[in-house]
T-cell receptor, first 117, second 112 residues
């Protein structure tokens, strides 16, 4: 079984400041980890994914996340926030693909990011 | 690639009516997931299919909900009869080999 905890349902940062969104996971099997972004009235868009290759994963729009097994964390960061980053961000976990078919994602409850000009 | 296509984008219906939501997968994807999103409960997985076969429907809230995948590229989610508490945004997503889901833009359902 897998679960995800996102710390902070709402995070506010100033434009140009560091963005840090926290995600901790629990998984009984080697995990695949994902970050998604949802803009208002839109579907979820994949930002980046960890699938057991490099532990530092780079995604779109300047975001990156680091897989830390010892801390069971997969925090999302961006060095400098932009107004267009304001959205809701979801962390998700699934079991690693084993050839038996796709596995369902378990999502966190989301963190709404506000960017203050 | 046109992405995952959902229709309609918005649906307003009266309590007791039947509602059918539609989803077209990305070509080559073999897994299909239906999610419901509300403010109170967040994202909930309702059901998922692998190679057109329902794998897990434990998230389907009641017998009023049913989902089908008549072919590899198309799925429907039906609610009959609909109730006000079914009001939510319904998303479908598809994937191949769990390399990241691609979500549709969602159907915003309002039951009055």
């Amino acid at each position: 079984a897998q679960s995800v905890t996102q710390l902070g349902s709402h995070v506010s940062v100033s434009e140009g400041a560091l963005v840090l969104l926290r995600c901790n996971y629990s998984s009984s099997v080697p995990p695949y980890l994902f970050w998604y972004v949802q803009y208002p009235n839109q579907g979820l868009q994949l930002l980046l994914k960890y699938t057991s290759a490099a532990t530092l994963v780079k995604g779109i729009n300047g975001f990156e996340a680091e897989f830390k097994k010892s801390e069971t964390s997969f925090h999302l960061t961006k060095p400098s926030a932009h107004m267009s980053d304001a959205a809701e961000y979801f962390c998700a976990v699934s079991g690693a693909y084993s050839g038996a078919g796709s596995y369902q994602l378990t999502f966190g409850k989301g963190t709404k990011l506000s960017v203050i000009p | 690639d046109a992405g995952v296509i959902q229709s309609p984008r918005h649906e307003v219906t009266e309590m007791g009516q039947e509602v059918t939501l539609r989803c077209k997968l990305i070509s080559g994807h073999n897994s299909l997931f239906w999610y419901r999103q509300t403010m109170m409960r967040g994202l909930e997985l309702l059901i998922y299919f692998n190679n057109n076969v329902p794998i897990d429907d434990s998230g389907m809230p009641e017998d009023r909900f049913s989902a089908k995948m008549p072919n590899a590229s198309f799925s429907t989610l039906k609610i009959q009869p609909s109730e006000p508490r079914d009001s939510a945004v319904y998303f479908c997503a598809s994937t191949r080999r769990n390399y990241g889901y691609t979500f549709g833009s969602g159907t915003r359902l309002t039951v009055v």
